[in-house]
Structures are given as structure tokens and as C-alpha cells.
């Protein structure tokens, strides 16, 4: 089984662009019920498991076999 080597800056980066636009989404109230605002619990719980199943996902798909073509 391969662990990859992730690179911290770039889980950095990506969880901070989804974060983002959650908070816009929130903040603008779109694709909510109810009325608009900031769920600063919601954006912490994104910010700690994004990067856990990012991870997860990069270590199945290290662990793919292709087949010849």
C-alpha cells in the first residue's frame, strides 16, 4: 500500500478556497434555509475533515491499479 507525500501548502490552499466559498454561500444566504449568516461551526468542522478525506481520496488513488488499454 502507497501513502503519498502530500504537500501541506497545497491542502493549505485548497481547504481555504472551500472554506471561503462556503462562507460566501453562507453569508449571501445561498443554498440556505432560513435567513443568511456565518455557521462558524459548520466552516470549522469543513476545515478539519476537507483535508482528512482529500487525504483519503489521494491515498485510493495511489493504491489504483490501472489496466493496460
Same mark, same amino acid.
Given at each position: 500500500?502507497?501513502? %503519498? /507525500?502530500?504537500? =501541506?501548502? #497545497?491542502?493549505?490552499? =485548497?481547504?481555504?478556497? $472551500? $472554506?471561503?466559498?462556503? !462562507?460566501?454561500?453562507?453569508?449571501? +444566504?445561498?443554498?440556505? #434555509? +432560513? %435567513?443568511? +449568516?456565518?455557521?462558524?461551526?459548520?466552516?470549522?468542522?469543513?476545515?478539519?475533515?476537507?483535508?482528512?478525506?482529500?487525504?483519503? /481520496?489521494?491515498? $485510493?488513488? !495511489?493504491?489504483? &491499479? &490501472?489496466?493496460?488499454?
Amino acid at each position: 500500500m502507497e501513502f %503519498p /507525500i502530500p504537500s =501541506r501548502a #497545497d491542502y493549505a490552499l =485548497r481547504t481555504a478556497v $472551500v $472554506v471561503a466559498t462556503l !462562507a460566501t454561500l453562507q453569508y449571501t +444566504g445561498t443554498f440556505v #434555509d +432560513g %435567513p443568511p +449568516g456565518i455557521d462558524p461551526a459548520h466552516l470549522a468542522a469543513v476545515a478539519v475533515l476537507f483535508p482528512t478525506f482529500s487525504y483519503l /481520496i489521494d491515498v $485510493v488513488v !495511489a493504491n489504483v &491499479r &490501472r489496466s493496460p488499454e
